[in-house]
């Protein structure tokens, strides 16, 4: 009889231990599962947003002056916004630019490559985006000649936003979309930057 009952209470034991070991294991592949989607967030959300500078801007100077022609470089560390016109580049003080403005009828670049006019009657895709407090050195100027660029809004964003913005871009599905850049703004004391910007 008391065999049969140590017996018992081994076997009920394994049990219970080997119920535990389930639960354990079940509670560590979850953990794992939620921190591998915690860290594609991450990943997804670092990745920097594609978007196109028109060809031809108005930059507003804050003593009143106006200069025109296309963004060909923007310099964070000798602060300096460097652009094209029909001369020869003219470098310019970020510190001295209260905004540039790209014209809503110049030639722009998107992502496939193919120049498109802005002001051909081809409607927006989506509203207007204005992001604020960008640093200065997660905006890069890929390629200056078609004002292919890109910016890193992470730092700026939630991760809730940058899946909205990220999901207007993929559009239908079949036609991608791109942000235009519509103003820029530059804050040197703080070394950060606003872009507004319309979808494409």
Do not use: C, H
Not at 23 to 30: G, I, L, P, R
Not at 128 to 140: D, L, S, V, Y
Request: hydrophobic share 40%; charged share 25%; aromatic share 4%.
């Amino acid at each position: 009889m008391k065999r049969q009952t140590l017996s018992f209470l081994v076997v009920a034991l394994f049990t219970v231990i080997a119920g535990m070991a389930a639960q354990v294991n079940a509670a560590s592949q979850e953990v794992q599962k939620q921190n591998l989607r915690s860290v594609q967030a991450q990943a997804k959300a670092s990745q920097p947003i594609p978007v196109a500078l028109p060809t031809d801007a108005e930059i507003l100077m804050k003593g009143g002056d106006k200069r025109d022609g296309k963004v060909v470089q923007i310099d964070e560390k000798a602060q300096k916004l460097l652009i094209q016109g029909s001369g020869k580049p003219v470098s310019l003080p970020l510190g001295q630019i209260d905004k540039i403005v790209f014209s809503k009828n110049a030639v722009v670049y998107l992502s496939n490559g193919m120049p498109k006019v802005r002001g051909d009657g081809t409607p927006a895709k989506g509203r207007p985006e204005t992001w604020r407090g960008i640093p200065m050195n997660a905006f890069r100027l890929l390629d200056p000649n078609k004002g292919q660029a890109d910016v890193k809004l992470e730092s700026v964003l939630s991760l809730d936003k940058l899946d909205s913005i990220r999901s207007v871009m993929v559009g239908d599905g079949k036609n991608k979309r791109q942000f235009v850049v519509d103003e820029m703004q530059f804050d040197v004391q703080k070394k950060t930057m606003t872009i507004a910007a319309t979808p494409y």
